[in-house]
């Protein structure tokens, strides 16, 4: 659901970890730490994986050592903010063929970009060239859902009011959802590049908000290992 899934959609990035979305029920959690225990996996960090931790919404991190992935971090989830219920993001799961490992299971395009709206600045740049790679893929027979995700994902202007020309009966009905596609529909950069920034301000200050009462047990928590 990370920086590898964004390589699986052709939005290139360097990423030394791997991050997984799970289903949160013994005994899925189960087979996953018996998956750990094959790749030597500590945790690091806090908090310890269960059940709890995970549907509240925090991330469990593991260091591996075994031959071969020696330092690999795994980071897990379940509980994504923005995101749908793990269910229903796995009922949209792409479902990928590598040579030699076999099926991948990975964020539908949609959700990834869901998840990519943090509040840290590296995933800004992600998230707009994860939506590029799918318009530059695809734009030739597009269908009416993909036309509507680019309308209501994309984050370059000039890129954005070239869609509104395009599709601009679309654009107008989604204009309710998405203040930036009024002044693409007028050719306004400006205005799209302003209003592309009051989007971005106010979803990283979602995140914060979502964060911070998390931050603040995994503060208490640290405090209460330490003390011991």
């Known amino acids: 659901m990370g920086g590898q899934a964004c390589i699986l959609y052709g939005a290139a990035e360097f990423s030394r970890?791997?991050?997984?979305?799970?289903?949160?029920?013994?005994?899925?959690?189960?087979?996953?730490?018996?998956?750990?225990?094959?790749?030597?996996?500590?945790?690091?960090?806090?908090?310890?994986?269960?059940?709890d931790v995970l549907l509240r919404g925090h991330a469990c991190h593991f260091r591996c050592s075994a031959a071969g992935i020696e330092g690999l971090r795994i980071?897990?989830?379940?509980?994504?903010?923005?995101?749908?219920?793990?269910?229903?993001?796995?009922?949209r799961r792409r479902t990928l063929s590598l040579p030699g490992v076999g099926r991948v299971h990975v964020l539908a395009l949609k959700d990834l970009v869901q998840a990519k709206k943090t509040q840290r600045d590296k995933d800004w740049p992600m998230l707009r060239r994860l939506v590029e790679?799918?318009?530059?893929?695809?734009?030739?027979?597009?269908?009416?859902?993909?036309?509507?995700?680019w309308l209501r994902e994309v984050r370059t202007s000039d890129l954005l009011i070239a869609l509104c020309r395009r599709y601009a009966a679309t654009a107008r009905r989604l204009g309710a959802d998405?203040?930036?596609?009024?002044?693409?529909?007028?050719?306004?950069?400006?205005?799209?590049?302003?209003?592309?920034?009051?989007e971005q301000e106010r979803a990283r200050g979602s995140d914060r908000q979502y964060w911070a009462p998390l931050r603040a047990e995994l503060a208490h928590w640290r405090r209460t290992v330490s003390s011991r």
Request: hydrophobic share 45%; aromatic share 6%.
């Open 75 to 91: 980071d897990v989830m379940s509980t994504l903010h923005g995101c749908e219920s793990f269910e229903k993001l796995w009922s």
């Open 17 to 51: 970890d791997i991050d997984l979305a799970v289903l949160a029920d013994e005994r899925n959690l189960s087979r996953l730490q018996m998956a750990l225990g094959e790749l030597n996996a500590a945790p690091v960090f806090v908090p310890p994986l269960s059940i």
């Open 133 to 149: 790679a799918d318009y530059y893929r695809r734009s030739s027979r597009p269908t009416r859902e993909r036309i509507a995700f």
């Open 178 to 198: 998405r203040p930036a596609l009024l002044p693409a529909l007028r050719g306004d950069r400006a205005g799209v590049e302003r209003a592309l920034q009051a």
